[in-house]
């Protein structure tokens, strides 16, 4: 195993895109940002320098981040954030994790364009479990603004409302030539004839999940969220935002040129969406390119139209995990948490422009009624470790503290969430079994809900209400897929277990960003097991003071 020691510079760089330049968030001047390759057993030390005028912090999504939870990233959650001028080095292992996941901003929305891919290859000495690939390519799905994302969130903040949506989607932070201004940027992936290449999928958009395919090219799913995959072929994939999911293609095509392509899977009914595709070319070594006299126009896939919830269920049904896995049964702690957006009644002393939701009201969105608030002056893990009181309460429902038709007819009354920031304490090595339910309180959603510094197995999905007594009985205990992050279906549910063996303050969230900006996240604080082991490190010298 290495030590692999990077630099990041968080700086703004003009980037031009759909006709227009706008000084831009980057680290070290690229959108995407650079790829971090390192094999697992390996140990990373980053070093980010803040020399943007925003405060940030980077996350790496989908380490385990085994007792170094000062690294994990969120603000105010285990660091205060890097502020203009400062600095701050992150230092972990990865410890038996293989495949791809990704690293961005964890502040306001800057992750919009401050992320990158971190891949993970098998520890030295090993291989894939399945044929080595001729080629490897990272493909970092986007959401790309014409204005500064910054400024879309905190507009809607300020007026309760919706934000803008995005004005393109982006691969490998290109839109491709499907929007004006962009052909000669399309990205370009290479393939040769009969060999097999891997496509390293990442949903880095901030609201979006995605549909993604490759005209005429069968897509053989191996992995995702850096677990493998019992093997299985589509034409399709789904990706919430977070999520990844490495594929195999061969190339057993004519050569010709044709397009992979994303856009829109959008369960929300009647919500805005940015209803565009982004396309990226492969390419044949072998054929002529299209100046020697080729066509020039590539073939597009089919891909499912934007509200297709059965395609996307269709495809969440085929992931297994490889073999049988060691998923907990004796649950220690047995969760409900329901999930979804509310709608605030806006306060007497505002005006109609800071009331622009729905009816002059102002969103909102919690988990079993709490609307998580970031604390301002200490990160929780701080606060925890140094035991400095009135930062967060550990009171966070283990339950909803009203039981309803969660999918029906919802009474206005159960729209009003209360705002706090309220952990959920778990004893270092419970076994934790969670069951997200979507609320149709506003409007039903697809909510990716991620938890950092964990995996977990997913053990059913299903829609409608989820109940216990006829529910219990489909769980998958065998084989189910393991990930860092879930798309709980719209108007449905997820059943997902993990063993609590990681100490520390994790934060759990919906991907969704503008849901997190609402309120849509909770945190677990698991506690300190007997001996060093089982505790948390002591914090950084350099982490940064708030
Ligand atoms: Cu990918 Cu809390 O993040």
Redesign the pocket.
Same mark, same amino acid.
């Given at each position: 195993a290495r030590i692999q020691y990077h630099d990041f510079v968080v700086q703004a760089t003009s980037v031009k895109r759909l006709c227009r330049t706008r000084r831009t968030i980057t680290v070290n001047g690229q959108y995407p940002g650079p790829t971090l390759e390192v094999n697992d057993g390996d140990t990373l030390v980053v070093s980010v320098v803040n020399r943007a005028r925003y405060n940030v912090t980077i /996350?790496w /999504? =989908?380490i385990r981040q085994m007792r170094t939870g000062w690294a994990d990233g %969120?603000e105010f959650i285990t660091q205060c954030p890097i502020r203009p001028g400062g600095s701050y080095t992150y230092r972990f292992t990865i410890e038996g994790q293989e495949g791809t996941l990704?690293w $961005?901003a $964890?502040s306001s929305w800057l992750?919009a364009t401050v992320y990158g891919a971190l891949i993970i290859y098998p520890r030295q000495g090993s291989t894939y479990p399945f044929t080595e690939p001729k080629r490897e390519t990272p493909i970092l799905l986007g959401e790309w603004w014409n204005a500064n994302p910054i400024d879309v969130v905190n507009e809607a903040a300020r007026t309760g409302g919706a934000p803008n949506v995005s004005d393109a989607y982006t691969i490998n932070g290109q839109p491709g030539d499907l929007y004006s201004c962009s052909s000669s940027e399309t990205i370009v992936v290479p393939i040769d004839k009969g060999e097999t290449s891997l496509l390293r999928v990442i949903n880095a958009a901030l609201n979006q999940e995605l549909f993604f395919a490759v005209a005429n090219h069968r897509l053989t799913v191996v992995g995702a969220d850096a677990s493998y995959l019992k093997p299985f072929t589509s034409s399709v994939i789904m990706l919430g %935002? =977070?999520q990844t999911t490495d594929v195999l293609i061969t190339g057993d095509q004519p050569p010709a040129l044709y397009y992979m392509a994303a856009r829109p899977y959008q369960s929300a009914q009647g919500a805005p969406f940015d209803n565009t595709t982004t396309t990226a070319i492969l390419e044949y070594l072998s054929a002529p390119c299209p100046s020697r006299g080729m066509p020039s126009t590539p073939m597009m896939p089919t891909l499912p139209a934007f509200n297709d919830t059965a395609a996307a269920a269709a495809f969440t049904q085929n992931l297994r995990s490889p073999n049988s896995v060691p998923v907990p049964t004796d649950i220690d702690e047995s969760l409900f948490f329901t999930i979804g957006l509310g709608l605030f009644n806006c306060p007497s002393n505002f005006r109609t422009d800071q009331c622009q939701g729905p009816n002059g009201t102002r969103f909102t969105s919690s988990m079993n009624n709490v609307s998580f608030v970031l604390p301002s002056s200490y990160s929780i893990l701080q606060a925890y470790h140094q035991k400095i009181p009135g930062v967060f309460t550990t009171d966070f429902p283990a339950v909803p503290p009203v039981q309803f038709d969660y999918t029906g007819n919802v009474s206005q009354s159960l729209w009003q969430p209360v705002p706090g920031t309220k952990v959920y304490k778990l004893e270092y090595g419970s076994n934790v079994q969670l069951v997200l339910q979507d609320t149709s309180i506003v409007s039903g959603e697809n909510h990716p809900i $991620?938890i /950092?510094g964990y995996n977990f197995y997913v053990v059913a999905e299903g829609f409608g209400n989820f109940n216990p007594a006829t529910n219990t009985a489909k769980f998958n205990l065998v084989d189910p897929p393991m990930r860092n992050?879930v798309g709980v279906p719209v108007n449905g549910w997820a059943v997902i277990r993990f063993v609590a063996d990681n100490p520390g303050v994790w #934060?759990m /969230?919906c $991907?969704l960003d503008v849901h #997190?900006t609402w309120g849509l996240a909770m945190a677990f604080l698991v506690e300190n097991g007997i001996g060093e082991l089982q505790s948390i490190e002591s914090p950084p010298e350099d982490l940064p003071p708030c």
């Amino acid at each position: 195993a290495r030590i692999q020691y990077h630099d990041f510079v968080v700086q703004a760089t003009s980037v031009k895109r759909l006709c227009r330049t706008r000084r831009t968030i980057t680290v070290n001047g690229q959108y995407p940002g650079p790829t971090l390759e390192v094999n697992d057993g390996d140990t990373l030390v980053v070093s980010v320098v803040n020399r943007a005028r925003y405060n940030v912090t980077i /996350h790496w /999504h =989908g380490i385990r981040q085994m007792r170094t939870g000062w690294a994990d990233g %969120p603000e105010f959650i285990t660091q205060c954030p890097i502020r203009p001028g400062g600095s701050y080095t992150y230092r972990f292992t990865i410890e038996g994790q293989e495949g791809t996941l990704w690293w $961005h901003a $964890h502040s306001s929305w800057l992750r919009a364009t401050v992320y990158g891919a971190l891949i993970i290859y098998p520890r030295q000495g090993s291989t894939y479990p399945f044929t080595e690939p001729k080629r490897e390519t990272p493909i970092l799905l986007g959401e790309w603004w014409n204005a500064n994302p910054i400024d879309v969130v905190n507009e809607a903040a300020r007026t309760g409302g919706a934000p803008n949506v995005s004005d393109a989607y982006t691969i490998n932070g290109q839109p491709g030539d499907l929007y004006s201004c962009s052909s000669s940027e399309t990205i370009v992936v290479p393939i040769d004839k009969g060999e097999t290449s891997l496509l390293r999928v990442i949903n880095a958009a901030l609201n979006q999940e995605l549909f993604f395919a490759v005209a005429n090219h069968r897509l053989t799913v191996v992995g995702a969220d850096a677990s493998y995959l019992k093997p299985f072929t589509s034409s399709v994939i789904m990706l919430g %935002p =977070g999520q990844t999911t490495d594929v195999l293609i061969t190339g057993d095509q004519p050569p010709a040129l044709y397009y992979m392509a994303a856009r829109p899977y959008q369960s929300a009914q009647g919500a805005p969406f940015d209803n565009t595709t982004t396309t990226a070319i492969l390419e044949y070594l072998s054929a002529p390119c299209p100046s020697r006299g080729m066509p020039s126009t590539p073939m597009m896939p089919t891909l499912p139209a934007f509200n297709d919830t059965a395609a996307a269920a269709a495809f969440t049904q085929n992931l297994r995990s490889p073999n049988s896995v060691p998923v907990p049964t004796d649950i220690d702690e047995s969760l409900f948490f329901t999930i979804g957006l509310g709608l605030f009644n806006c306060p007497s002393n505002f005006r109609t422009d800071q009331c622009q939701g729905p009816n002059g009201t102002r969103f909102t969105s919690s988990m079993n009624n709490v609307s998580f608030v970031l604390p301002s002056s200490y990160s929780i893990l701080q606060a925890y470790h140094q035991k400095i009181p009135g930062v967060f309460t550990t009171d966070f429902p283990a339950v909803p503290p009203v039981q309803f038709d969660y999918t029906g007819n919802v009474s206005q009354s159960l729209w009003q969430p209360v705002p706090g920031t309220k952990v959920y304490k778990l004893e270092y090595g419970s076994n934790v079994q969670l069951v997200l339910q979507d609320t149709s309180i506003v409007s039903g959603e697809n909510h990716p809900i $991620h938890i /950092h510094g964990y995996n977990f197995y997913v053990v059913a999905e299903g829609f409608g209400n989820f109940n216990p007594a006829t529910n219990t009985a489909k769980f998958n205990l065998v084989d189910p897929p393991m990930r860092n992050t879930v798309g709980v279906p719209v108007n449905g549910w997820a059943v997902i277990r993990f063993v609590a063996d990681n100490p520390g303050v994790w #934060i759990m /969230h919906c $991907h969704l960003d503008v849901h #997190i900006t609402w309120g849509l996240a909770m945190a677990f604080l698991v506690e300190n097991g007997i001996g060093e082991l089982q505790s948390i490190e002591s914090p950084p010298e350099d982490l940064p003071p708030c």
